[in-house]
């Protein structure tokens, strides 16, 4: 079945500096791709869809200058923390379902991040 | 809007059967199903597209009444790997829109 990586699985920064976190579609196209944010024993909230090729559409009360989403290839996108504080620690989620197709979301394993 | 899933959590014994429900306010395309262990990643159980559908997976299935816009996930003869956190996902639209998620159901099978 098709496969979504997700890297780093986990990463601590210091606050004020800024991760990447990146997710790749090993085995099809994604033209969207969808970044969630998960708190413990907590639901998986939307944070963005990033769109190949062009600017991410953001949910509301999400800051997209706080959350950087790039999109560059139909396989791989990225989440930028920028500025990362302890409240920005969390548990981050990308999935993305195939261009076209009614198909189920496939999830990478996602990241989680401590900022301290 | 994220769809409302109850009950919150339930205790069952290993071969007891118990029923999640997902509602939304809006009407819906498709309805997901994914079972997320603590740490990890959710996994697909199931996609239910057409109203009135139901999908099985091994003896945990699947009804979605599009009329209502509500999803019913079965745990039938539950097993101690069927424990975990159940998520519905909805989406609006057809294919290669975003989910939105509700609260999540916690299962726990005891022996």
């Known amino acids: 079945g098709a496969v979504v990586s997700q890297h780093p699985s986990w990463v601590i920064c210091k606050s004020g500096t800024s991760v990447k976190i990146e997710c790749r579609s090993l085995?099809?196209?994604?033209?969207?791709m969808f970044w969630y944010r998960q708190f413990p024993k907590q639901s998986l909230m939307l944070m963005a869809t990033s769109n190949e090729g062009s600017k991410a559409t953001y949910e509301q009360g999400v800051e997209k200058d706080k959350f950087l989403i790039n999109h560059a290839s139909l396989t791989l996108s990225t989440l930028t923390v920028t500025s990362a504080h302890p409240e920005d620690s969390s548990f981050y989620i990308c999935?993305?379902?195939?261009?076209?197709?009614?198909?189920?979301?496939?999830f990478g394993q996602g990241t989680r991040l401590t900022v301290v | 809007q994220q769809p409302v899933q109850s009950p919150q959590a339930v205790i069952l014994r290993e071969g007891e059967d118990a029923v999640i429900n997902c509602s939304s306010s809006?009407?819906?395309?498709?309805v997901h199903w994914y079972r997320q262990k603590h740490g990890e990643a959710p996994v697909f159980l199931m996609i239910l597209l057409k109203g009135g559908e139901q999908k099985g997976h091994e003896k945990i299935s699947a009804s979605f009444n599009e009329k209502k816009q509500q999803s019913s996930l079965y745990l039938t003869a539950s097993q101690l790997s069927y424990s975990g956190t159940y998520f519905c996902g909805t989406a609006l639209q057809a294919a290669g829109n975003k989910l939105t998620f509700g609260g999540g159901t916690r299962v726990l099978v005891k022996p």
């Open positions: 085995d099809f196209q994604a033209t969207t």
């Open positions: 809006k009407a819906l395309y498709s």
């Open positions: 999935s993305a379902r195939e261009s076209g197709r009614d198909t189920e979301a496939f």
